[in-house]
DNA sequence: TTAGGGTTCG
């Protein structure tokens, strides 16, 4: 009698024809009866050979449902004789018993097979499914290495509040893609980000399911994130790769809440995004589940995602508040990167002095006209505050700057850390009120819960960053003592804002693009231009010195441009050039997050029509009822309100940008909207 | 024969 040949297999990739092959069982569909004789389950299923994401899909028909496999994701199957045909041009296997095909299901939580026939060999399929539930592991431990982000749209993130710490969830027709680039819509060069996403709707399956830690699902997905993490699972956890975490033990944990770990190893580049390499342990530090591992991952030091070309990175965030894994910061391509001279901000906030009450109150109330003489301090009290600094864009030259130190355009900047009883006093209109017994508790409670994580109903954000949700977030700590030119992402709350009123023509000034002048403007000389007849029309910017001819004597002439009026620079116009002024919201906000930081950031120009939802500033003069709106908006989003519960206040997602100038550092807003 | 992992995109 021969011996028998051994069975050939062949990869998912090389299938065609009928042929013999392994996969790991990505997708199975529960069956449904045909119109003809049978029932029908459609499976995908993968192996080593298909890039990411390819499949096979393969329909496995059979009259009897029973004689069906029972099958799910991770389990492998092995088909004989599968038909390989194609549906849309895609290839696609038919299983059909009546045709001769036979399957053998190695179950990935059982040692059990199931089979299509009695009769089936198994000795040389248990090596295939030893490799393949090697591989199935290989895939899941890639995984498993990092902590994900997940997007809850609409309906989704009411069940997203609901939410506790260490539950199980299961994710229903999570979208998975790589982000794009919001501009070239192409995706990023530098990090190829995947976001994960509930989008809106149920359609497909889609939604959050809450899993009782004894249900059936939860006990395997135990049993398969112990099996990855190896015999050290059991007390410890992995962070992005590259840290370990000593478990508390949940239950049995014994450290109090509001215990700070802060010895959780920062991991500079590449480390965070090489799996399994330079462990760090930090002791008595908690894992996700324990009611501790917020406040510990927010205080720890930031490991730096991996920036190269081509590496993956899933992006973290406060979705599932477990952000301690990365700070990918955008590289300003606009700003030429420097050192700061003047290192005063980038010694780190521990080195700065505090602030007085009054420095503060100035920082809020001084403005971006404020004159420099008349906030100056004598050397002593220099000293103790950064030094003026000058309104310059990013973009300035030279001798832009120059001009600008000329003009005496400068504003103050004081970056500083009050105590908390100096914070309290900045809420200048109100003073009083907060000096109230009454008002008291609450306003304390309002300084507590600043300086506490958000809970999850807190990082729904009212504003929000636009095109840059793949860039992480960075504390406002972190921001002081990073390298100056640099954007950065951030989560804030609003401590005030300035000018605090809600005159529209508190906000808006005249600029010269050039020199910088800020000059305010007035409602009556707004109202006075309107009524002025006597204005010569031109067609364009470059046709101004023409229009004018030899008349150069007032070169703040009015003129009257597309309809629009129109005002020259006095200082920076010639007769080859003239440069008329623009109109633009000028505005301060301080900020402060959990990182006990307070940081003064300045907004004008087009980031602040795009910040006023894209309301210009003309139109707002012109009409303010918009305007108005944005101002209600930004009003009910300052955090140091005694008549606000801690609740009603949203924190902005923004991003802010640094800049040198030669007095210090200062920031602007960026890419933000008031939603 | 039957029916057929594809869609959401802030």
Redesign the pocket.
């Known amino acids: 009698m021969s011996k028998k040949s051994p069975v050939k297999y062949v990869s998912l990739k090389d299938a065609s024809g009928r042929c013999n092959v392994f996969g790991v069982v ?4 529960q069956p ?1 009866k ?5 029932y ?1 389950m ?1 499976i ?1 299923i993968t192996d080593q050979s298909l890039a990411a994401g390819d ?1 096979l ?1 393969c ?1 496995i ?1 059979h ?1 009897s449902l029973e004689a069906l496999p029972r099958l799910t ?1 991770g389990d492998v199957i092995r088909f004989h004789r599968l038909k390989i ?4 041009d ?1 290839p ?1 296997g ?1 299983a ?1 018993c ?1 045709l001769g095909c036979s399957w053998l299901v190695f179950g990935a939580d059982t040692e059990q097979l199931q089979s299509s026939s009695k009769n089936f060999s198994c000795t040389d399929d248990d090596r295939q499914k030893k490799d393949m539930t090697s591989t199935c592991k290989e895939l899941q431990q890639l995984d498993s290495s990092f902590l994900a982000d997940v ?1 809850f ?2 309906d989704h993130f009411l069940t997203y509040l609901d939410m506790k710490p260490a539950q199980f969830i299961k994710l229903c ?5 790589i982000s794009k680039d ?1 501009d070239t819509g192409q995706p990023f060069t530098n990090t190829t980000v995947v976001e994960l ?5 149920t ?4 939604g959050i399911v809450f899993l009782s830690n004894d249900s059936p699902e939860v006990q395997c997905l135990k049993k398969r994130m112990k099996e990855i993490s190896g015999p050290e699972s059991t007390d410890t956890c992995i962070i992005n790769g590259s840290e370990k975490i000593q478990s508390c033990g949940d239950e049995g944990c014994n450290r109090t809440t509001g215990e700070i770990d802060t010895n959780i190893k920062q991991t500079r580049p590449s480390a965070a995004a090489t799996r399994g390499q330079g462990e760090e342990t930090s002791e008595n530090a908690p894992r996700p589940g324990c009611s501790h591992w917020d406040n510990a991952v927010s205080q720890s030091s930031p490991q730096y995602a991996s920036t190269d070309q081509n590496s993956k990175i899933f992006n973290n965030e406060n979705t599932l508040k477990m952000n301690s894994l990365g700070i990918d910061r955008i590289h300003s391509d606009r700003v030429e990167r420097k050192e700061m001279e003047n290192t005063t901000l980038r010694q780190g906030s521990k080195r700065k002095p505090m602030a007085t009450k009054s420095d503060y109150e100035q920082v809020v109330a001084s403005g971006l006209t404020t004159q420099k003489d008349s906030f100056c301090r004598d050397e002593q009290e220099s000293s103790e505050i950064l030094p003026d600094v000058i309104v310059i864009s990013s973009g300035s030259t030279d001798s832009e700057k120059h001009a600008s130190l000329n003009q005496s355009n400068s504003m103050e900047v004081v970056m500083a850390e009050p105590s908390l009883s100096e914070y309290g006093l900045l809420d200048t209109c109100n003073s009083q009120s907060l000096e109230s017994d009454s008002n008291q508790s609450l306003y304390n409670e309002s300084i507590q819960s600043c300086f506490s994580l958000p809970s999850p109903g807190d990082v729904c954000m009212l504003q929000t960053a ?1 095109g840059h949700r793949h860039i992480n977030r960075t504390s406002l700590r972190e921001i002081l003592d990073y390298r100056v030119p640099y954007k950065f992402r951030v989560l804030a709350w609003l401590v005030d804002f300035y000018p605090n009123t809600t005159d529209v023509y508190d906000f808006v000034q005249e600029l010269c693009p050039r020199c910088k002048i800020l000059k305010k403007i007035g409602r009556e000389d707004s109202e006075q231009k309107k009524r002025k007849k006597d204005v010569r029309v031109v067609s364009s910017v470059t046709s101004l010195a023409e229009c004018l001819g030899g008349d150069f004597g007032n070169w703040n002439f009015e003129v009257e441009l597309n309809d629009r009026e129109v005002k020259l620079c006095s200082q920076c116009s010639t007769e080859e050039e003239p440069v008329p002024v623009e109109l633009t919201y000028v505005l301060r906000m301080v900020l402060t997050d959990s990182s006990n930081c307070f940081l003064p950031v300045n907004l004008w120009q087009e980031n602040a029509t795009k910040f006023f939802n894209g309301i210009k500033p003309e139109k707002a003069l012109e009409d303010d009822k918009e305007f108005q709106n944005a101002i209600c908006t930004l009003q009910d989003c300052v955090l140091l309100h005694p008549s606000k519960a801690r609740t009603d206040v949203r924190p902005l997602d923004c991003c802010i940008f640094s800049y040198s100038t030669p007095f210090g550092t200062n920031f602007q807003l960026f890419d933000t909207i008031l939603a």
């Open positions: 990505q997708f199975c569909k449904v045909t119109k003809g004789t049978d029908l459609t995908s499949k899909v329909l028909f009259p994701a045909g194609t549906f849309n895609k696609q038919e059909k009546t997007w749209y609409d027709n999570l979208h998975a893609a919001p996403v509930i989008h809106r709707g359609s497909y399956g889609r636009t």
